[in-house]
Structures are given as C-alpha cells and as structure tokens.
C-alpha cells in the first residue's frame, strides 16, 4: 500500500490540465523531469549494504532521514552524480574526502532523496536532480508582467511565486494549498495569481473575469476562494451567486462583461503565459524560474530555501 499510494501522490502533483490542440486532442507539455511522469517503480532491492557500510558511503548525511529500503539506491545514486556547484567530485566522494563543497553535496543528497521518497526510480531521480539544478541558471529565468495581477504577500519579498492558473482545473484546486499555505507560513513569499483559462473549459473565462471584476473592489481572492470551493458546479448563475455572496452586484459584473471591459485583462494575462511557453496549468515560476513537479511542501521549501541561497551566493557556489 506504502508505494501505491506514493504513486498516486506523485501523479497528482505532477499532473497538469493542458490546452487542446487545433483539432481538439489535448497538447501537454513534455514532462520537465522524469520524475513528473508517474514513477516507473523499480522493484524493490535487497539491502546490501550493513548499516556502518552505508554510514561510511555516506558520512554527515543523515540516513535516518531516509526509508531502509532507498539507502541502497541513494549510495548508488551518489556515487554516480557530481556536486551541482562545479565541483569535480561525486556527491559520494565529496563526503568521504571532506572537501569544501560538503555542504553542497547534503544539499543535493537531501533533494536526491526527496526525489525517491516521492516515489521516482534511481534515473529518475538523478534526471531530475541535474534539471532542477539547471533551472537556476539566468538564462532558464524569464522576466513577467504581473502589473495586472492579484497578489499576497510582502510587495518587497525576496520570494516572487507566479502562479498561471484556471479556475475549472482541479490540478489548480489541488495545488491551492499549498500555495496559500507557503505565503501564510512565510514572509519571505509574495504570490501572484495569473489568468491562463484553458478553452475546454466553458466557464473558466467567466470566472476569470468575475474575479477581474472582484479586484476593481479590493475582493479577489474572496471570490477567488469560493470559486475554486464550488469548481464541480460552476456555471454562468452560480458565478453570478458567488458574487453576490461576496458583497458584490452581479448585474455591475454582467454590464462590465458586456461592455468588454474585463476580458482584455484575461487575455493580457494568458498572453504572458503564451510567451513563456505555458501550455498547461497550474504552471508556477520563482522569481522567473519554471518550478517542476513533483511539487510537494518539503520541495517547495527546499527550492524556496535553494532560491534565498542562489541569490545571496549570485550564483552554486561551494559552501
């Protein structure tokens, strides 16, 4: 039940509602990582390993950290890949001979592992890992105009996440939490919500404008919420319901909708997303970096943590 259950947790997070292509089939984009398709589990190795093998493999990682039945495959994994920050030693090799890129291969030995408990094989992980770290590079990063936005958080928060979304997307529904959860856990976390409606979903674009119309009065993310709280019943009257429930007038909103006034802001906003490449939703960036699933709470800290370090470094530098 244990590995079942992690693949459905990996597949959720990496899952994505995606654009339909010119004849209606859907169009995903390529998984950024092997590990955002659902993990191909490896069957389970024997230990071979003794418990003192696997400390002196790995000496100043903590293993307790990780399940008795991954140490075997982590070992293996650091023995294999090199330290993200240039270094020319193994994540392995680095911890058994001191050096001073140590603290860098317990960080990458902690996302390593990470990646396997969330259920990714030993390739997987070890792709992952050299794309997440690629990530950081300035030419991965892109400038985005969120002056049309609604935001949370500190205006001058050193965390900038950007989220392009869909109001019908239950990958979005799933992925609110977490989101909402980090900026209220964090101060060092601003969140900017962006408009990506997808076209099979017919009131997706209804819903976006209503939340447009909402932020006009200082209630997006009220309305935002309910939104996303009634996603199974949405129509054109239930919005209308929901904006009226928020102390709004739902006839101001249809004469704004029939004016035209609220639409170029939803397709200002989907246009951004178009340019960076986004073919799918829920598609979060970190101070214009494409975050990439699996997106869980230990890894959005860890790249949020990655982040402050990156920036105060200018760049992987050994620690």
Known sequence: ????????????????????????????????????????????????????????????FPLEVVPA?????????????????????????????????????????????????????????????????RSFEKAQRQTIDTSTAACRGPE???LQLVEFSDFECPHCAAVRPLLEGIVKERRDVRLCFMHFPLPMHSNASSAAQATVFAARHGKFWELHDKIFDNQKRLSVDVIKQLVAQ???????????????????????????????????????????RKLEPPLTPELLRFTLDDELRWSAAGGWTKH
Not at 93 to 108: F, I, S
């Open 246 to 288: 928020v102390g709004l007038d739902p006839q101001a909103l249809v004469k704004a909708v029939a004016a035209d006034e609220l639409s170029p802001v939803v397709e200002k906003q989907k246009a951004e997303g178009q340019r960076l490449g986004i073919q799918g939703t829920p598609s979060i960036f970190v101070n214009g």
């Open 156 to 158: 001058d928060a050193p």
């Open 1 to 60: 039940m244990r590995k079942l259950s992690i693949v459905f947790a990996l597949s959720l997070v990496a899952a994505s509602c995606a654009r339909e292509g010119t004849r209606g089939t859907p169009v995903r984009a390529e998984p950024a990582t092997a590990a955002a398709s659902t993990p191909t589990l490896e069957p389970a190795k024997p230990v071979t390993r003794s418990a003192e093998e696997l400390a002196a493999a790995l000496p100043g």
């Open 69 to 133: 039945y991954l140490r075997d495959t982590l070992v293996d994994a650091a023995q294999d890949e090199f330290v993200f920050d240039g270094s020319p030693y193994t994540l392995a090799g680095c911890l058994r001979e001191n050096y001073d890129c140590k603290a860098n291969a317990v960080r990458g030995l902690t996302l390593l592992a990470a990646y396997l408990r969330a259920g990714a094989s030993r390739s997987e992980a070890l792709t992952a890992y050299n794309r997440y770290y």
